[in-house]
């Protein structure tokens, strides 16, 4: 067919000469294959189709100089674009080194690579001798050049919640500047993922080229990924979410919502005229496409286990993600590597912790401890798990670090390769650029660093970098290493006229001349531009003053001209002496041999068991005095038999089985495990959604936070099963979660599965924001009359919601039918109203009681506790006949003015009266000693004992619907128990032992064993820090 | 002013205020009747007697006449019209001390117009607790109930706080109830910084200019407060002139005489180090108030005699990597350092209502360790030696006050029950706000069935 036209020739012309040219076995990269397959597509087309052709091909491949948007202002640059680096150790990838090779680039393009390339005859020779090409670094997260005002404004079209943002764009706010693309070349980066982070759905990023053009044209990709903040966003204004778990309540609806944008909009176009129009929303429209295409979304977190957390939603949503670490992902290496997602670790590797002086010390926690010694050797245990990591420079406080601590990672275990692919191919796949970017590879940009030396040598310099197939300069060719041993002939008049000279010293040179026993210490060394300035002191040589050296070095030789306190001018030289055997000058740290054990498990700090105890499969306690919390009563001198977790017998003079583990209980006392209905322990993240009146969608169970310590300190007062409740901020709060005090296993393993699930309502003055202070005076509620409205109100709502759907379900032909809005808030009280969520509510006051009561009973539900219900001793026989349980303080009471008639007889009026009682602590510190609560059952009101102390085991048990499995010690149940050395209501007493399922998490014999190890491994480490302190001071 | 307008006037007050003043009357006035000041001879016969000072009694007898014990033992010869009264089988001690507490500064801690414990700025020597004690607070009679019949009632807030009073928890008036004031100057030690993490950043910057500031202005008070005293001391001398009082220093004086102590509160080792150093420095008493880092410095306490009052055994572990048990084995290394010391509680304004709870405090150092007796010691005679006020009460001794409780047992049980109560010979009601809603409900439910 025809002849193409010349800007065509010209543009694929190089093609032909890489294939022609190159004497290494032809490759093509991506560009090329599609050239060649546009080539023969256009030889057999007509000529109306080949000039469409030429203009596509126009803008898919623009020549030097076209294709310009922007008119040219004075004179164009046509400097071809063809250069050839010879001599070069070339390092393509891990693992993968040409010793000596040629680097053709072509139009920014690596046209070939190899150890024998021809040169092409048009390219500009660059003579690499001695120096060492790698693959540009890709930052792959940086905020580098994005505006910081990039919040939305004004714009009703978009998502109602100031932190959902994923129209923003990085491009948008983007005005990289000089300064920003240096710092990050300077570092080794070639490429940057610019990334915004306002917010909790942040926008797009996109991925740039560090040329230092403007973003139009050093551009790689836009809409690189969308990017979620997993964390608290921070305002000065109280606004939705405050709460870690609201946070994730947010991205969970917004999931759910972008999801349904989709459809919603889908089923209308398809029938528009029989349905309500479903609004318009940029957000969510952005959010649906991105799901739809399976773009990529990031998760950023700023511990581990917001980086848990963060998984658990992308695999709830399937989304195709990649997280960005905290620098603690050594902590959850099993966790981490069974989901093999990809992860980006920044290099912020902690300061010391201050522990010169005991005093400061005693402050120091374990966990911060173990991070300074644990920090360095996170990308090595991710290394070996196989878990893909790439580095990020961001949260440096000092960037210049970076590389540094990249070499520091290597000293603590991680291959030089892993560094590598971390710095380049594995950031560059996780991109999906893995075809363009990571590795000095024919077809693929020209990226990559020139460097004097090894580049996980600290005194290597990166010289420069090519990007684009443009070169930049980074730093200057090093100065000569001066320090060491040399031999200096002075032309003195008359005196001394041979010396020795030692240099030394890491940052600053310091010398040292000396003649037999003379010895001068030199005043000033200073290098500079491979010219060498000394000043010498010249008292002892015989001249007043000060004697100025000055002199070219060159290797092995410095050469110059000296200048005595008179002005008289002479000449001198030095040659290099051997360096003697002591001399111990410029020694790069070895790596470390015996890479660090990661012996980390949750709990991650001090009295962490390190695996879960051991489950023993039999169980004989002997001859203890049994309070089973059941219809046996307290049973003295009796046995319990617990058999695989569960107890199988209790009585008298039991045998014990082969291979029981024995207790002897002789003069003890044994328990049911405890059980506090109302605890705020181990919540992350905030434990109210605070801001909005009504936030039934968040959930504790997202947030739970396993290493909180109050849970062992928990089951060292024999409690082991916590209700782990949402504050009282708001009339309708968050889901609770109840979790027994596995210690040592994760959120998940905490749970008791088979508890029916329950929500934290509130009434009184905390909802209506009594003691908020002045600022809050506006949010409905604001007496007690509108807590009820709005309780009623959403209780209709709900009812509404749950009609919606039953009406969308019972459709025969649901295509082109808007389906519901999911709403995950309504979804909770619609399980309230159908009996499968328990309402936990936070009261008081008698009227309050009463009014839920009454509002429950319209709606047809029964009210699971009220919690706290300090004048539930005023409407006992309404909570009775409702058949709600009450969770109770013992005494507390006069702390604010609705408890002024709180009495500590509360809870045995209420139990006299037929309501189920139990005592609560709310409190880490009271939930300790939980028995001695129960004990003041009996002092007001005289309780019987056994009674009372079902107010801390049974009671609750069945409050929490959990009572089939524990609260009272009977055949069948879960084996869940403490031992006291005492009666277990006296204050005299203490809790010895607490067993869960068979397995015994509290012992006070190995609690000391963990106390004098936490005592050990502090003194270790502190011994540690000192050590490295001072080794750096010597630096 | 006619009567008329008298009350028109306080009408208008009502409508103006609002509720809240209505609610407040409901709340000042306790119900209970102080006891009659002694008027004849009491025995308490035939029960077990703890003086907590020396060895226990069985079967003993307790007089007291006037207010003050005149006997304890086995056979007692009776004053004509004793009354007698049979303890047989109950135990008799001395009535408890509350060392830390705004009992009678605060009432609904939440509700600021009942709050009356801080007053405002930072150097203010010369507010004293004893002068805003209400008597009828409905916490008074609560406390009593469960044994504690004295309360060392401390102002709070800025630097210097003021001075402290013991207080009887019986009376019609601050001046009936107040036992002796002032007690101690209580002075806020300031946080001495280096909070790992935070070293080297702004905030701890910040905090350490303001700790060397509040340091400069503790020194600077007691400076000013001699200076003062010396010039008014020389006024008696010729030709100097007459200078004006400022009642901030006078307040000072007995504290700069060493007739009471500085009640210092301090939070952590460091805090204790640097306040120790001060005390010695400005030679005055002190009697530090802190939590259980107090473990790390018993050697200093020692050395310089400063007694503690440990601020509450029932507190979590200030630190992750502490022992869990850490607050409850304090009191336990406090007694083998030989270390003088009393256990309170926390003393928060929240905590005042909740005081009743202080022997709790006790029994868990002793489950924990401490020699029981010792614990009630720490509740009792060591308050008592520690605030100065031993002549009078702490223990059961011939010529100490008849401030004591009758029990069916430990008083360090949560289960016993103070069956009796008497506050320097005055028989004291034990019912309070909670027993008379208690008894209302009670009537509620009697009438349902």
Known sequence: MGIPSAAVEKAWKPVAELVEASSVTPKFGPFDKLR????????????????????????????????????????????????????????????????????????????????????????????????????????????????????????????????????????????????????LRGLGFTSVVVVPVDGVFCGSSALLSLDGRSAKQSVLQTEVA??????????????????????????????????????????????????????????????????????????????????LRSLKIIKEFGLSAWLIGSGHEYRQI?????????????????????????????????????????????????????????????????????????????????????????????????????????????????????TDGDIFKTKTAILSAWIDGNHFQISRKPEIDVRGNWAVEFAFPEKINSMKLKLSGEKKVTGVLTHDSLKIKLKKVVLDYQRLMMLVPGDSLGYQGIIRLSGKVEPGKLAGRGSLPDGQSFAWSASRQPESNTDTVNVEKKPNTSPPKNNLQIPIDAYSYHSTPEKMAVIHIKKGTIWTSGPQGILQNADVLIIDGKISRIGENLKTPAGAHVIDATGKHVTPGLIDAHSHAGISGGVNEGTQAVTAEVRIADVINPNDIAFYRQLAGGVTVINQLHGSANPIGGQNSVIKLRWGSDADGLRIKDAIEGIKFALGENVKQSNWGDKFTTRYPQTRMGVEQLIFDRFKAAQDYDLEWKTYNALIKKPGVIPPRRD??????????????????????????????????YFGFTIGTFQHVLEGYK?????????????????????????????????????????????????NELSRRMNLEAAKAVKYGGVSETDALNFVTINPARQLRIAHRVGSLEKGKDGDFAVWSGHPLSTLSHCEQTWIEGRKFFDTAKDREMQAAVKKERARLIQKILAADIEKAKN | MDRFTNIKCMLILLCVSGLSLIFQNNLVASDEVPGKKQKHPIALVGGTIHPVSGETIENGTLLFVDGKITAIGASIVFPDSTEKIDVAGKHLYPGLIAANTRLGLVEVAAVRSTRDYAEVGEIKPNVRAESAINPDSELLPVTRANGITLAHTIPMGGLISGTSAVIELDGWTWEDLTLRGPIGLYVNWPNMGSNPGAAGSKKEKELLKKRDADILKIRTAFAQARAYLKAKDAEAGEKVPYHQTDIRWEAMAPVLNKEIPVLLRVSGLKEIQAAVDWAVSEDVYAVLMTGPD???????????????????????????????????????????????????GPGSPFDAAHERNLPYQAAMAAAFGLPKEEALKSLTLYPAQILGIADRVGSLEIGKDATLIVTDGDPLEIRTQVEREFIRGRKVQLSNRHTRLNEKYKTKYARMK
């Open chain 1, 875 to 923: 409407v006992a026989e309404a909570m009775a006949k409702h058949g709600a349980g009450a969770s109770t303080f013992s005494d507390w009471w006069a702390y604010k003015f609705e408890v002024i008639d709180a009495i500590p007889f509360n809870g045995a009026i209420m139990h006299n009266a037929g309501v189920n009682v139990s005592f609560n602590s709310d409190s």
């Open chain 1, 334 to 450: 099993s966790r981490l590597k069974n989901t093999q997602v990809s992860i980006i670790i920044p290099l912020n590797f902690p300061e010391p912790p201050p522990v010169e002086s005991p005093e400061d010390a005693i402050k120091v926690s374990q966990q911060q401890l173990n991070h300074w010694d644990a920090a360095p050797a996170n990308a090595y245990h991710l290394h070996k798990a196989g878990i893909p990591f790439a580095f990020t420079s961001a949260e440096l406080k000092n960037p210049a670090d970076f590389r540094k601590n990249v070499i520091k990672t290597i000293q603590h275990g991680l291959p030089q390769n892993a560094a590598l692919a971390a710095l380049t191919m594995v950031p560059a796949t996780i991109l999906g650029m893995d075809e363009k970017l990571g590795s000095i590879d024919e077809g693929k940009l020209a990226h990559f660093l020139v």
């Open chain 1, 36 to 183: 060649v397959q546009i080539l023969r597509i256009f030889n057999s087309l007509g000529r109306v189709q080949s000039v469409l052709i030429v203009l596509l091909l126009l803008f898919l491949f623009p020549v030097p100089g076209s294709g310009q948007v922007r008119p040219v202002e004075g004179i164009r640059d046509n400097t071809p674009q063809i250069h050839a680096l010879i001599n070069g150790r070339i390092v393509q990838g891990p693992d993968r080194i040409i010793e000596k090779g040629v680097v053709v680039l072509r139009d920014g393009i690596i046209e070939a690579v190899g150890s024998k390339v021809e040169l092409p005859a048009d390219a500009r020779i660059w003579d690499y001798s001695g120096l060492t090409l790698y693959p540009g670094f890709i930052e792959s997260y940086s905020q580098a050049g994005l505006q910081k005002d990039a919040v939305k404004q004004g714009n009703d079209s978009v998502h109602w919640n100031q932190f959902v943002t994923p129209e923003n764009n990085a491009l948008k706010s983007l005005k990289i500047e000089t300064k920003d693309v240096e710092k």
């Open chain 2, 294 to 344: 107090v473990r790390f410095a018993t050697e200093l306490l020692k050395e310089k005699n400063i007694p503690v009052i440990y601020m509450g055994t029932l507190t979590l572990p200030s630190r992750r990597w502490e022992p869990y048990d850490t607050p409850f084995t304090v009191p336990l290394e406090l007694h083998r350092a030989g270390v003088k010391f009393c256990i309170s």
């Open chain 1, 226 to 307: 969308q990017h979620i903040l997993f964390k608290r966003p921070q305002t000065k204004v109280r606004s939705y979410p405050n709460s870690q778990m609201g946070v994730i309540a947010l991205i969970r609806q917004t999931f759910l919502d972008a999801n349904w944008y989709g459809k919603a909009h889908a089923a209308y176009a398809e029938s528009p005229g029989v349905q309500k129009r479903p609004e318009i929303n940029l957000s969510l429209k952005i959010l649906a496409s991105a799901l739809q295409k399976k773009h990529a979304f990031t998760f950023k977190s700023d511990d581990d286990l917001n980086t």
């Open chain 1, 824 to 857: 995950l808030e309504l979804d909770a009280l619609v399980e309230i109203l159908n009996g499968r969520r328990l309402v936990h509510s936070h009261s008081y006051r008698q009227d309050e009681i009463l009014m839920l009561l009454r509002v429950a009973e």
